[in-house]
């Protein structure tokens, strides 16, 4: 499952509501925490540009990336924005991104390990 985007049932909280709630969203699989939780990215657009990370919102352009089949024009795999899922919150594959597109899976791995190397660099400050 790891490099692969599937739909999912992910929180958020919702600031009309003031709760949280659900809904579904993409998200692309990077890693298996243990034998029933995966580590994923959320693939979101992003609709208050302000909250764009230059660095580690990595912009994917539906037109470029057709095979993706994502819905939106423009979106965004935020790589400093991971989350532990239960296999069970994770529904249809959408996309094999390791596959079809290696080097923009590339990027975003290498852009996951610099934001744990930022993670590590403020915990011993």
């Known amino acids: 499952m790891i490099g692969k985007i599937h739909k999912a049932m992910v929180k958020y909280y919702n600031s009309e509501k003031c709760k949280m709630a659900f809904k579904?969203?993409?998200v692309l699989i990077i890693g298996?925490?243990?034998s029933s939780d995966y580590i994923v990215l959320p693939i979101s657009s992003v609709?208050?540009?302000r909250n764009?990370?230059?660095?580690f919102d990595i912009r994917i352009d539906s037109?470029?990336?057709?095979?993706?089949n994502l819905l939106k024009d423009t979106s965004y795999i935020r790589t400093n924005k991971q989350t532990t899922l239960n296999y069970k919150e994770i529904l249809e594959e959408i996309s094999n991104l390791k596959?079809?597109?290696?080097?923009?899976?590339?990027l975003i791995m290498n852009?996951?390990?610099e934001f744990q190397q930022y993670l590590q660099e403020q915990a011993f400050e």
């Open 52 to 55: 764009i990370n230059k660095h």
């Open 63 to 68: 037109k470029q990336y057709v095979l993706l």
């Open 32 to 34: 298996k925490a243990d």
């Open 111 to 113: 852009r996951v390990s």
């Open 99 to 106: 596959e079809l597109y290696p080097e923009l899976f590339k």
């Open 47 to 49: 609709s208050i540009t």
């Open 24 to 26: 579904y969203r993409p």
